[in-house]
């Protein structure tokens, strides 16, 4: 009787594991890849389905990043965002589309309509927390 417990305990904990859903929130270092690979920040928030962030982009002046707010969903292990460039000449549209893999890392595509860089696929890894 005791180990019947034991054993309905123990499928009760492993099914209540496996259901929870996946949780993209942190740091991410993410690397568009270009002609060669540009290193960005992705700083993600997911609330259930809801997804907000940043991503901090290169500029054309060296050194220089512009952070662009990122809204968006997240569901079946896939994602979408959206973000508009602030302070342009015309206001740029960023649009990121990407899955969580199972080993734990994201790929995708990058977007930015009309400034000639068409799409960009990239990789991305979640930062460590520091203790």
Not at 112 to 117: E, I, L, T
Request: glycine share 12%; net charge negative; proline share 5%.
């Amino acid at each position: 009787m005791i180990k019947s417990f034991i054993g309905i305990v123990a499928l009760a904990t492993n099914l209540a594991v496996a259901a929870d859903p996946p949780n993209i929130t942190g740091t991410w270092n993410m690397g568009l890849e270009g002609d060669h690979v540009i290193p960005v920040a992705l700083v993600l928030k997911q609330d259930g389905p809801k997804l907000t962030g940043t991503i901090a982009l290169p500029t054309q002046n060296a050194g220089n990043r512009v952070e662009v707010k990122l809204s968006g969903e997240f569901a079946d292990g896939a994602f979408k965002l959206s973000g508009t460039i602030e302070g342009a000449k015309e206001p740029t549209t960023v649009a990121i589309s990407g899955k969580l893999l199972d080993d734990g890392s994201m790929e995708g595509k990058f977007e930015m309509p009309g400034h000639g860089h068409g799409t960009m696929s990239w990789t991305a890894e979640r930062l460590k927390e520091r203790k």
